[in-house]
């Protein structure tokens, strides 16, 4: 699956494929059709909200179960 990957803060994102694992039980595998960088994410960007990087961002989306 591909991801932008926040690695150091007010860097661009890297697009990256990241592996995904298999759902654990009473878990569900979404295939992602779309996702959006919010507000908050630009705060994780940018360093006001202090976050471990590495991260992933863009938490709101849609896809299919």
Not at 40 to 60: N, R, V
Request: net charge negative; aromatic share 4%; with cysteine.
């Amino acid at each position: 699956m591909k991801a932008a990957v926040l690695r150091e803060h007010n860097k661009p994102l890297e697009i990256e494929d990241v592996k995904v694992s298999k759902p654990s039980p009473r878990e569900v595998l979404v295939r992602p059709v779309a996702a959006g960088v919010c507000h908050s994410d630009l705060h994780f960007m940018d360093g006001s909200y202090p976050y471990m990087l590495p991260t992933i961002l863009g938490h709101e989306s849609a896809g299919i179960v």
